[in-house]
């Protein structure tokens, strides 16, 4: 694990409560440089301690080291070529849910994929098709719109959108996506402000997808329409695809102001790191 020995590391362990600052900001120091490895051995020590304060340096070490394994991870995500969409969103999930393995979320994926997959026809015209998806995944496993917790941190976490099958115009759409790019199907997300889309873009069809809305079909002269409602300058960027980047980045603006509403800005400031990370 270390190159410590485990008792060097409980004495470690044991001056996290050490009266004097110095000591303390040195051990935290030593002991966030043994990395990630370290953390079930802390977790036992947490369970094991009697004294709230090491608790809770523990639980802010353990924490600390999580944070900085995410980032790790984001920024060697960033440096991948195709930038996968699953192991985006699943880097995302893990600030909440630490644990969750990348399989477990790629397994449900692809039981989601395998129902509309069975019922799916690749000689039908693409309306047709999109209409095919739409059924499997809004009337048979019955995802749908979070609309009474719209703000929850919940719904950029793609895990709790699979157990709850609610979520926000993001995760349907990034849900939506996976799915339709498995089947081979030249669909892709699209950032338009306060809304997510999806648009099919072949050379014989371009339509939208609204998969906040059970995946109603419209068409540019209706993102026109919006954007004019909204008394918002068209640009092509909202009618065109964007990056899986540009995905990832809009569901940690998402999670950001999710905790700014709940009012908890440490993790107002974590998301804005990850945020900066991935724009750098």
């Given at each position: 694990m270390?190159d410590l020995?485990?008792?060097?590391?409980n004495?470690?362990?044991?001056?996290?409560d050490?009266?004097?600052?110095e000591?303390?900001?040195?051990?935290r120091?030593?002991i966030?440089?043994?990395?990630?490895?370290?953390i079930?051995?802390?977790?036992k020590?947490?369970?094991?301690s009697?004294n709230?304060e090491?608790?809770?340096?523990?639980?802010?070490l353990v924490?600390?080291?999580?944070l900085?394994q995410?980032k790790?991870r984001?920024e060697?995500?960033?440096?991948?070529?195709?930038?996968?969409?699953?192991a985006?969103?699943?880097i995302?999930?893990?600030y909440q849910y630490?644990?969750i393995?990348?399989?477990?979320?790629?397994?449900?994926?692809?039981q989601i994929?395998f129902?509309?997959?069975t019922a799916f026809?690749n000689?039908?015209?693409p309306?047709d098709?999109?209409?095919?998806i739409?059924?499997?995944?809004?009337?048979?496993?019955r995802?749908s719109?979070?609309?009474k917790?719209f703000h929850s941190?919940?719904?950029s976490?793609?895990?709790?959108?699979?157990?709850s099958?609610?979520g926000?115009?993001l995760?349907?759409?990034?849900?939506?996506?996976l799915?339709?790019?498995?089947l081979?199907?030249?669909i892709y997300?699209v950032n338009?402000?306060n809304l997510?889309?999806l648009t099919?873009k072949?050379e014989?069809?371009?339509?939208?997808?609204?998969?906040?809305?059970k995946?109603?079909?419209?068409?540019?002269?209706?993102v026109s329409?919006?954007l004019?409602?909204?008394?918002i300058e068209?640009r092509?960027e909202?009618?065109?695809?964007?990056?899986?980047?540009a995905?990832i980045l809009?569901?940690?603006?998402?999670l950001g102001?999710a905790?700014e509403k709940?009012?908890?800005?440490d993790k107002v400031?974590?998301?804005r790191?990850?945020?900066?990370?991935?724009e750098s």
């Amino acid at each position: 694990m270390s190159d410590l020995t485990s008792s060097e590391l409980n004495a470690l362990v044991s001056l996290l409560d050490d009266s004097d600052f110095e000591v303390r900001t040195h051990v935290r120091d030593r002991i966030l440089s043994l990395g990630t490895e370290i953390i079930p051995f802390l977790e036992k020590k947490w369970e094991n301690s009697f004294n709230p304060e090491i608790q809770k340096e523990i639980e802010e070490l353990v924490h600390d080291l999580q944070l900085s394994q995410l980032k790790q991870r984001l920024e060697d995500w960033k440096n991948t070529e195709d930038r996968d969409l699953l192991a985006g969103l699943w880097i995302i999930n893990t600030y909440q849910y630490p644990d969750i393995e990348f399989e477990k979320l790629n397994a449900d994926m692809h039981q989601i994929y395998f129902e509309v997959w069975t019922a799916f026809k690749n000689d039908l015209p693409p309306y047709d098709q999109v209409r095919i998806i739409n059924n499997v995944l809004f009337n048979t496993l019955r995802f749908s719109a979070n609309t009474k917790n719209f703000h929850s941190p919940a719904n950029s976490m793609l895990s709790s959108v699979l157990d709850s099958k609610r979520g926000n115009p993001l995760t349907l759409c990034s849900i939506y996506l996976l799915v339709a790019r498995k089947l081979g199907l030249p669909i892709y997300g699209v950032n338009l402000p306060n809304l997510f889309v999806l648009t099919y873009k072949s050379e014989d069809y371009n339509f939208y997808i609204n998969a906040f809305n059970k995946g109603l079909i419209f068409g540019r002269k209706d993102v026109s329409n919006y954007l004019e409602h909204l008394k918002i300058e068209p640009r092509d960027e909202y009618f065109e695809p964007c990056s899986h980047l540009a995905i990832i980045l809009r569901m940690l603006r998402n999670l950001g102001q999710a905790f700014e509403k709940l009012g908890e800005q440490d993790k107002v400031e974590e998301v804005r790191d990850l945020i900066a990370l991935l724009e750098s």
